[in-house]
């Protein structure tokens, strides 16, 4: 069965690697539900989860970036790679998930978790400086890269609450094959895989715009 592990907001702290000053990637479990709602255009800070914010609002949060979802099994794994424990929300996601492959997951794939709220998969995450600077592994950012586990942000489609052991059903797969894993090797290393990405509507206006200039 598909579902929500844990449900993680972030606590403010400084930010060394990058000229934000503050970030929000340190993320905790919560208890209870969360209200989640569609935070508006990338500017303000604001992301889906009520209590949550972002900082470097140039790069994260808005619409296409309201929720961040990681699944517990890749964390599992890099767990195992790096060898020492990784606790949900340490990759600053918002929801940890189990029994979902988040990187398998269709641009504009949508999910009902519980019973109302309903996120559409709209992006994969990109690793910045702040992440390689917050695990504190020497060139995390490669790694992570190579990898191609980057984890899904999803928009808000329908609002809700979600909670810890909230069930996730995939409601809606687009009639493409581009998924997370796919979109995230070719904005990154693979750029010869840019062009399948314009079979992806859903993608957001910013990515479709990298696409297009890289491609003609």
């Not at 992440?131 to 790694?143: A, D, L, T, V, Y």
């Not at 890269?145 to 899904?152: D, H, I, K, Q, V």
């Amino acid at each position: 069965m598909a579902l929500i592990v844990s449900v993680n907001i972030g606590t403010p702290r400084s930010n060394p690697w990058k000229d934000s000053g503050i970030t929000g990637i340190d993320k905790h479990p919560v208890d209870g539900p969360v209200a989640v709602a569609a935070p508006g255009p990338k500017g303000t800070g604001a992301v889906g989860l009520a209590g949550d914010r972002v900082f470097d609002v140039r790069n994260h949060g808005g619409d296409d970036q309201a929720v961040y979802a990681y699944a517990r099994e890749d964390l599992d794994h890099w767990a195992a790679e790096l060898g020492r424990e990784l606790s949900n929300g340490v990759f600053g996601e918002n929801l940890t998930t189990s029994g979902v492959d988040v990187n398998a997951a269709l641009i504009g794939e949508r999910w009902r978790v519980g019973d109302r709220l309903v996120l559409e998969v709209s992006c994969p995450r990109i690793p910045c400086g702040t992440f390689q600077g917050w695990m504190r592994e020497q060139g995390w950012i490669k790694r992570f890269t190579r990898a191609a586990l980057p984890g899904a942000y999803l928009r808000v489609i329908e609002p809700g609450e979600v909670q810890a052991g909230d069930r996730i059903t995939v409601e809606h797969r687009p009639a493409h094959e581009v998924t997370v894993a796919l979109t995230f090797r070719a904005l990154t290393g693979e750029p010869d895989l840019l062009p399948a990405l314009t079979a992806a509507d859903a993608l957001p206006e910013e990515a479709k715009r990298r696409v297009h200039r890289r491609t003609g």
